[in-house]
């Protein structure tokens, strides 16, 4: 007894695309410095990126191997001091997208330039100017205290003491990281830890951070505190910031742009004010019955999604409908048990883009 | 390079520091590893009160030979620990992606990973044979001293080599291989006893290809002023620690080529 | 009876999983053999009037066996212990509502067993008929001296693993205590490979101190074994060889139990 209308979704997305193009010749634009409009440099491009995995199947040794495409040509170009969200699921090419800019993977093919270097040709110079934060790993040393992590670090990134005493203030004060500095990492919580990290990062000025689902298993308090850094620390040093997550509450809070990856294919690209005009205004109320629920007439702009036993999902777009409205209308119908309104999650939402792209 | 010495002594600091946090499993770890060593010079010993020599040997001269391989491999243990366990705690992890987030030379890096305080025991154990087998030993003259440091450099290039290579090896395995223990626990073992005992394959072996004999037997052949039964020239052994400089050249070369493919196959 | 025996086979399909560590460690013991074989070759070819209590062939068939049987030496805690003791998961493991002592053994026993049997009978299999097709039979792993030799030497091998998976329980306590696995590891390692005999065949140390030798309960893991396969003389005779294993075991459970139960005291007193 399940049903299901697409309709409005791929309205949205045709939406989508039709802003994706209009911006992307604006960032051509910028790229080649023809115009100013967006901002002045560029920080990451990225040009037709593949990677093709080789794996192994069956035995070890007389196994067949097999390819897997895990970038099918991907190209985006992030511009200096830009906060840029790139979302997809498991297994879509983010990680491997993420491990080639770091200069830790070398692609099939393509081009990639982060400032004027390639990663993976002079990895060492590249490294030296970005930073790095994996959300379920850490830089730092287990059985040292965070200071003496952060000693070693700077010895590594060749970080003048002067340069350092200075970050490493100005950090401890923006992460609060002044009651942990002499505990060992092994025994921070996840989001001292986190935050720990972050400066870790930070210490040698990168011109480029990259964050891995910074945060990944945070509590609330820790994650709002990441956030605002985040912000502040674009605001500020106009670092260029590549972010990659599932919460969807970090893009919100963080992104300009997002780009969702699918299938290692670029599924749009658009600045984050379009996506939150369609996609993200959406909402779902789901309204539950004492018994079996009768047909519905709903207003235009709103839409039934799914029907099971005695509660039907609706799916609307308030500035079609506003909630009051709807509210309104469904309490007038016999046998109205409860209502609640919410938001579809970045997997629902992502799941959408891949019903329409995948073919 | 200067940058990178004054970079591995703080590394190395922090890690003798993270040691010390446990002084009482310190103490039995340092204390087991010299007692194991020394038990397994009383087995030599053993043999040669039952037998009177070993294979025509005295035991001066396996003394020098057991205290060289052992001051060497334990140098060599302190220095490659995170070589040693390169498989399990950055392959099979994915750690090592993490190292190469750092501007810096992945050998440096690992090599600064742990300055391990253990094999302290083998060391002590081992200088203290060597300068009982070369107080036993009747030639030995200040003239031949000068070799000691040159073969315990050889010999720990070569086991640092030998455990670089078993790193490198688990590009391909994923997990380092109890193989590899061949030519460290039974390059130290083999190394202990004079290389004429052993068949000419092996002899071979551990003259040109894992060149143990060229840091230990040789050398020991020329401090000790005893002509090689098998016609080798005495100064082979005053030049033969260089052949493990060039062993540890190769495994470097050959742990290039294993991070250039970990880098292009992302695995 | 059933949890015992359900440890067992879990411990056991744990330690066949890993065949191509078994394949390496096959190599490397036979890499080990053969140094040591071309010394004692060497050694006995030198000193032909040395009347040593073992002859060559005997010594070689001893180390073959000693190489085989590596993985049967209590080197160490169960690693599975010594993981929750790391953790400190190990109060609930020792707290559980079953005899800990019984279910750690069997772990244990299974954990030597799984380990050493296929190695052994891989090495031995390759050491003996295989050495003597390729014409290296001098080399060889020798057949037990008799039927009865064999027989005997079964059964004391079968009172060795015995000994071998007590001898882990003590580990065990003692990472149980200290909350980690590292002491122990690290007099485990030396105690064994010395007085098993696995460094140097046992009746080869000086001979004053023979009788010390043959009484430590290491002896009866794989050195009393050996002895009864070669048929050498054992002081009393080999059903003395069988008491002395049996005493040992029977001690060794003895007080193993009562370190146990203290144990657990106290880490119900302290909370962890």
């Known amino acids: 007894m399940t049903r299901r209308i697409g309709n409005g979704c791929a309205l949205n997305v045709r939406g989508f695309e039709a802003h994706a193009a209009v911006f992307q010749k604006a960032r051509d634009a910028a790229v080649r410095g023809s115009s100013g409009m967006i901002r002045g440099t560029v920080a990451i491009a990225v040009e037709d990126l593949r990677k093709v995995y080789h794996v192994r199947e069956g035995g070890s040794w007389r196994g067949r191997t097999r390819e897997i495409t895990a970038l099918d040509g991907i190209s985006f170009s992030v511009a200096a001091g830009e906060i840029a969200g790139f979302i997809g699921p498991n297994g879509a090419g983010k990680s491997t997208a993420i491990k080639i800019l770091s200069g830790i993977l070398r692609p099939t093919s393509g081009i990639v330039r982060v400032g004027d270097l390639v990663p993976w040709q002079d990895r060492r110079a590249h490294v030296a100017r970005i930073g790095v934060v994996f959300g379920q790993r850490t830089q730092l040393w287990w059985d040292l205290s965070v200071a003496e992590g952060l000693g070693l670090l700077r010895d590594i990134y060749g970080v003048d003491p002067e340069r350092f005493a200075r970050n490493r203030a100005r950090l401890t004060e923006a992460l609060d990281l002044g009651g942990i500095m002499d505990q060992s990492v092994r025994q921070l919580s996840l989001g001292q830890r986190m935050r720990a990290e972050i400066a870790a990062a930070l210490l040698h000025d990168p011109e480029v951070l990259i964050l891995d689902e910074p945060t990944i298993g945070l509590d609330a308090p820790s994650k709002l505190a990441v956030r605002a850094f985040v912000r502040d620390l674009r605001r500020e040093r106009g670092t260029t910031v590549l972010l990659t997550t599932h919460d969807m509450h970090d893009i919100e809070a963080l992104a300009e742009r997002v780009i969702v990856i699918g299938h290692g294919r670029i599924l749009t690209d658009s600045p984050f004010q379009d996506l939150r005009a369609t996609t993200l205004s959406e909402r779902i109320l789901e309204a539950d019955f004492v018994t079996e629920p009768p047909v519905l007439d709903l207003p235009h702009g709103a839409t039934e999604t799914m029907r099971d036993g005695r509660s039907v999902t609706i799916t609307f777009d308030p500035r079609l409908v506003p909630a009051q409205v709807l509210v309104a209308q469904l309490s007038a119908v016999p046998g109205l048990d409860d209502l609640r309104i919410g938001r579809p999650a970045i997997e629902e939402i992502i799941t959408r883009f891949y019903a329409d792209h995948a073919t | ?267 | 009876m059933r949890a015992y025996l359900s440890a067992f086979v879990l411990q056991g399909r744990i330690g066949l999983r890993y065949r191509i560590a078994v394949a390496a460690g096959l190599v490397a013991q036979l890499w080990f053999g053969a140094i040591t074989l071309m010394a004692y070759a060497s050694v006995y070819h030198h000193a032909p009037d040395a009347h040593a209590p073992l002859t060559l062939r005997q010594a070689m068939t001893y180390t073959w066996l000693q190489q085989s049987l590596f993985r049967l030496l209590p080197i160490g805690c169960l690693p599975s212990v010594g993981d929750a003791a790391r953790t400190g998961a190990i109060v609930y493991d020792l707290l559980r509502p079953v005899d800990m002592w019984a279910w750690w053994l069997s772990s244990s026993l299974a954990w030597l067993v799984g380990a050493a049997v296929p190695r052994a009978i891989l090495l031995a299999a390759i050491a003996g008929p295989l050495a003597a097709l390729l014409g290296l039979e001098a080399w060889s792993l020798a057949p037990p001296v008799s039927m009865t030799a064999a027989i005997l030497a079964l059964v004391s091998f079968g009172l060795g693993a015995l000994i071998s998976a007590t001898i882990v329980m003590w580990w065990n306590v003692l990472t149980a205590r200290t909350l980690s696995p590292l002491g122990a590891n690290a007099i485990a390692v030396p105690l064994s490979v010395l007085l098993s005999g696995m460094l140097l065949p046992l009746p080869l140390y000086p001979p004053w101190a023979q009788t010390l030798l043959l009484l430590q309960p290491f002896a009866g893991i794989t050195d009393i074994p050996i002895r009864l396969y070669l048929g050498v003389a054992i002081p009393g005779g080999a059903g003395t060889a069988i008491v002395i294993q049996i005493v040992w075991l029977a001690v060794l459970t003895l007080f193993g139990r009562a370190w146990m139960r203290r144990t657990v005291d106290r880490l119900e007193v302290q909370g962890a």
């Not at chain 2, 922090?14 to 010390?20: D, E, N, R, Y």
């Not at chain 2, 083999?190 to 052993?198: N, R």
């Not at chain 2, 003259?207 to 401090?223: D, E, F, H, K, S």
């Not at chain 2, 052994?237 to 493919?261: D, E, I, N, Q, T």
């Open chain 2, 1 to 267: 390079m200067l940058d990178g010495l004054v970079l591995y002594r703080r590394m190395a600091a922090a890690s003798i520091a993270a040691q010390l946090r446990y002084p009482g499993t310190f103490v039995l770890q340092a204390a087991g590893n010299f007692v194991t060593t020394l038990l397994s010079f009383f087995g030599l010993w053993s043999l040669f009160h039952r037998f009177g020599s070993l294979g025509g040997w005295d035991i001066g001269m396996v003394a020098v030979l057991y205290g060289l391989v052992n001051v060497a491999f334990s140098v060599a243990e302190t220095l490659g620990r995170g070589f040693e366990i390169f498989g399990g705690e950055f392959v099979k992890t994915g750690n090592f992606d993490r190292l190469l987030l750092r501007p810096r030379s992945t050998l440096l890096l690992l090599l600064g990973h742990e300055l391990r305080l253990r094999p302290v025991g083998r060391f002590l154990q081992g200088a203290f044979v060597l300068a009982a087998g070369l107080h036993l030993s009747p030639h030995v003259g200040w003239a031949t001293v000068w070799l000691i440091p040159w073969a315990v450099a050889g010999g720990a290039a070569l086991f640092l080599g030998i455990l670089i290579g078993q790193a490198a090896l688990c590009f391909l395995t994923i997990e380092g291989l109890e193989v590899v223990n061949i030519l460290t626990y039974g390059g130290v073992e083999a190394g202990q006893y004079p290389l004429p005992m052993f068949g000419r394959w092996l002899r071979r072996f551990l003259t040109w290809a894992v060149p143990i004999a060229g840091i230990c037997y040789y050398p020991t052949l020329v401090m000790v002023r005893h002509a090689d039964p098998l016609g080798m020239p005495m100064w082979f052994g005053a030049v033969s620690p260089a052949l493990g400089f060039v062993f540890l050249g190769v495994m470097v070369w050959a742990w290039g080529r294993g991070v250039a493919g970990y880098v292009s196959s992302g695995s």
